[in-house]
T-cell receptor, first 118, second 113 residues
């Protein structure tokens, strides 16, 4: 199956610093990628849709100036958490869809990045 | 809007017991339905899927049937193993390019020997 990687797998940072998380589709191109956030023992909440060559689309309630998304190429999307605070500590997961014939939405997930802000 | 509701856990079973995790959905149109599994410390993995009504998805002994009349996609396994202990997420997506998944809240399954 298709592979999606994330880097780093975990990061600890000080409050006020910025953290960049990379999501790569390793063996296919993805014009769209999705960023999710998962709190402990909770479900995945869609944060934003990353679009190659255009601005990301953010879900309601997600601060676009705080969570900067850049879809730099057809295989790379980055999420930058700016001026991170302890409440931003969470598990961030990306996914990329790959067309499966007429069935568009076979989603492949990255392994996730655990962010801890001290 | 579209949504997924799944039974709250945790579900605690003994090895070889029968498992059912209920999932119902609300959607405008005809979604594809999925079950994902998240093992401790790992990322999400697709367990099974169904893309149209009456389809049955199956994998690793797990099954789920897309029931349009009851808008359900319940997950079942006849005999669970300790290694099945994980969090299970029901999800849907509308079959359009660039559409994200909508997840249920997840159900934690704990199987003891």
């Amino acid at each position: 199956g298709a592979v999606v990687s994330q880097h780093p797998s975990w990061v600890i940072c000080k409050s006020g610093t910025s953290v960049k998380i990379e999501c790569r589709s390793l063996d296919f191109q993805a014009t769209t990628m999705f960023w999710y956030r998962q709190f402990p023992k909770q479900s995945l909440m869609l944060m934003a849709t990353s679009n190659e060559g255009s601005k990301a689309t953010y879900e309601q309630g997600v601060e676009k100036d705080k969570f900067l998304i850049n879809h730099a190429s057809l295989t790379l999307s980055t999420l930058t958490v700016t001026s991170a605070h302890p409440e931003d500590s969470s598990f961030y997961i990306c996914s990329a869809p790959r067309a499966q014939g007429a069935y568009y939405n076979e989603q492949f997930f990255g392994p996730g990045t655990r962010l801890t802000v001290l | 809007g579209n949504s997924v509701t799944q039974m709250e856990g945790p579900v605690t079973l003994s090895e070889e017991a029968f498992l059912t995790i209920n999932c119902t959905y609300t959607a405008t149109g005809y979604p594809s339905l999925f079950w994902y599994v998240q093992y401790p410390g790992e990322g999400l993995q697709l367990l099974l899927k169904a893309t149209k009504a009456d389809d049955k998805g199956s994998n690793k002994g797990f099954e789920a049937t897309y029931r349009k009349e009851t808008t359900s996609f319940h997950l079942e396994k006849g005999s669970v193993q300790v290694s099945d202990s994980a969090v299970y997420f029901c999800a849907l997506t509308m079959n359009q390019a660039g559409t994200a998944l909508i997840f249920g809240k997840g159900t934690t399954l704990s199987v003891s020997s």
